[in-house]
């Protein structure tokens, strides 16, 4: 039976991690599509990264299903650059992990957002 740290284990030898500073650079360029995978309470009390979208971990498959009429968002797209982010890094690793499997192969896991705000990427509430 597997447990939780096999699943990261396994997310993360698909997903491939970026240290925060040059993820800012990336979002400074205004390149990728920036997601939080937080529960919006956990995004109220800290805030998020300025212009990210806000696609909880629990919903990722039916947000990034075109199949899912009803739910799917259209910001995802196959060839998009994506970047993940949540509060320490095991939710993006997850949700890259999952959309990797569902055909997205630019997925980048840049970390939790206490290193996004302690490396001066520009946030919002």
Known sequence: MK?????????NAVVPKMDAKDAIAKHAEGKGLFIDVRDSSDIAQSGTI??????PRGMIEFRA?????????????KEAEIYLICGAGGQAALSGKTLHDMGYSNVTNIGGFPGWKDAGGPTET
């Not at 300025?50 to 696609?55: D, N």
């Not at 299903?65 to 797209?77: C, G, M, Q, R, T």
Request: proline letters at 7%; glycine letters at 4%; hydrophobic letters at 30%.
């Open 3 to 11: 447990n939780a740290q096999d699943y990261l284990d396994e997310a």
């Open 50 to 55: 300025e212009g990210a979208h806000r696609v």
């Open 65 to 77: 299903d075109p199949k899912v009429e009803s739910l799917y968002n259209p910001i995802f797209e």
